[in-house]
């Protein structure tokens, strides 16, 4: 799922392409990715776009009427840019605002459709899409030790939530807890003032180092290549890869359609964290540390 730095990426290149025009006609090419009733999509054609926010994981068009239109990328949506007379990719495309300099769609890999476009009035209706996370680069040390404190999980449930944190998610999360040296798995109720001020620091240096690492990868292109999976993470999609600090391989816990990846070595004090269908298949077997792995 594209997180805060793709968000913003994708933010900087809207408002290059097409903050102050007007859409010819905006289609929603699958009936599913549709979410709202009234306003309609047809409302927006020849209507001047004004503005151009994010909330968390949605981006948020405005438009010269008071209405928005609010997509949300979930796990494979991506939006594209083509020039004028080029074809969309069939079924892959589910949604379109057509300009006279270009098409900005909305393309769904794969059988499930999960992103959602909602077609709304008034910046009241806004509410409803915002989740309550706090800004993770723009919130105070004291802002960020309350939401990591509010409740009681693990970190890494903690800082992906979007009710406590904005634009987190599993990529993010795993490059922030290494270089942050903290377990994926520790609980923020126990949580030493000098191990969250830790914490918030490597959140916002993540976060920037990587939104300018994909600012310049990008230039004044628009964004293609949109994905988890970047190289140069140290330990995000490197499962049994060497950590780039301490050379140790990067382990993972598997859970549902995600897994967690971390460093034994600079992030548990080499204990290896149990993934739950492997250790219990292996029982005894399951080796609890570093040195049980190499041996």
Same mark, same amino acid.
């Given at each position: 799922m594209p997180e805060l730095p793709d968000i913003t990426i994708y933010r900087e290149r809207l408002d290059a392409r097409v903050l102050g025009h007007a859409p010819l006609r905006v289609r929603m090419l699958n009936p599913f990715v549709l979410r709202s009733v009234a306003p309609t999509p047809q409302s927006l054609d020849g209507v001047v776009i004004t503005g151009i926010r994010t909330i968390g994981k949605r981006i948020v068009l405005e438009f010269a009427n008071s209405c928005f239109l609010v997509i949300h990328l979930m796990i494979a949506g991506r939006l594209r840019w083509r020039p004028p007379g080029k074809k969309l990719p069939g079924k892959l495309a589910i949604a379109s605002l057509e300009f006279s300099h270009g098409t900005l769609f909305l393309s769904e890999a794969g059988s499930k459709r999960r992103a959602s476009i909602f077609v709304v009035e008034?910046?009241?209706?806004?509410?409803?899409?915002?989740?309550?996370?706090?800004? /993770? #680069?723009? =919130?105070?040390?004291?802002?960020?030790?309350?939401? #990591?404190?509010?409740?009681?999980?693990?970190?890494?449930?903690?800082?992906?939530?979007?009710? #406590?944190?904005?634009?987190?998610?599993?990529?993010?999360?795993?490059?922030?807890?290494?270089?942050?040296k903290l377990s994926p798995m520790q609980l923020t109720s126990k949580m030493p003032d000098a191990d969250i001020t830790r914490l918030r620091d490597a959140t916002r240096d993540v976060l920037v180092r990587w939104t300018a690492t994909l600012r310049a990868e990008v230039g004044a292109a628009f964004p293609e290549t949109v994905t988890a999976f970047h190289e140069g993470m140290a330990?995000?999609?490197?499962?049994?890869?060497?950590? /780039?600090?301490?050379?140790?391989?990067?382990?993972?816990?598997?859970?549902?359609?995600?897994?967690?990846?971390? =460093?034994?070595?600079c992030q548990t004090g080499g204990r290896i964290l149990a993934d739950r269908a492997l250790s219990r298949l292996l029982k005894s077997d399951f080796p609890r540390s570093l040195d049980e792995l190499d041996a």
């Open positions: 008034g910046a009241h209706s806004l509410v409803q899409f915002d989740l309550g996370g706090v800004d /993770p #680069l723009a =919130c105070s040390l004291a802002e960020f030790t309350h939401a #990591l404190r509010c409740e009681n999980h693990t970190l890494k449930r903690s800082l992906t939530d979007p009710r #406590l944190f904005s634009g987190i998610g599993n990529a993010y999360s795993d490059e922030i807890l290494h270089a942050a330990v995000h999609g490197r499962f049994g890869k060497s950590c /780039p600090v301490c050379d140790a391989p990067v382990q993972r816990i598997r859970y549902a359609d995600n897994e967690t990846n971390y =460093c034994a070595r």
